[in-house]
């Protein structure tokens, strides 16, 4: 069983930046594929971001490309998603998620946290 906790959202002007993070713990995530997903108010849960076991293979959804920035450290069981030149489109609850391989859309996931929230003023 894999538990994840996301943390690191908050208000934030537009063009600000927030860093978010996913602690993994109960079971070694090191092989696994892990993503964020977001789910702004009266739309679809999104993908946003996806990285391989290895930390060497990344897919970004066309949305925040050359944007957002997702990364993870092993050792720490850690992953991150740095967010830039934030836009109030961005406003949404962000999902941390672990998967068997690189997926980019929620079926392809296995296990959820319970989100944190980002909110973006303008």
């Known amino acids: 069983q894999v538990q994840l906790v996301e943390s690191g959202g908050e208000l934030v002007q537009a063009g600000g930046s927030l860093r978010l993070s996913c602690a993994a713990s109960?079971?070694?995530?090191?092989?696994?594929?892990m993503g964020w997903f977001r789910k702004a108010p009266g739309q679809e849960r999104e993908f946003v971001a996806v990285i391989n076991w290895s930390g060497g293979s990344t897919i970004y959804a066309d949305s925040v490309k050359g944007r957002f920035t997702i990364s993870r450290d092993n050792a720490k069981n850690t992953v991150y998603l740095q967010m830039n030149s934030l836009k109030p489109d961005d406003t949404a609850v962000y999902y941390c998620?672990?998967?068997?391989?690189?997926?980019?859309?929620?079926?392809?996931?296995?296990?959820w946290g319970k989100g944190t929230l980002v909110t973006v003023s303008s």
């Open positions: 998620a672990q998967g068997t391989k690189l997926a980019t859309t929620p079926q392809g996931m296995d296990y």
């Open positions: 109960g079971r070694t995530i090191s092989w696994s594929a």
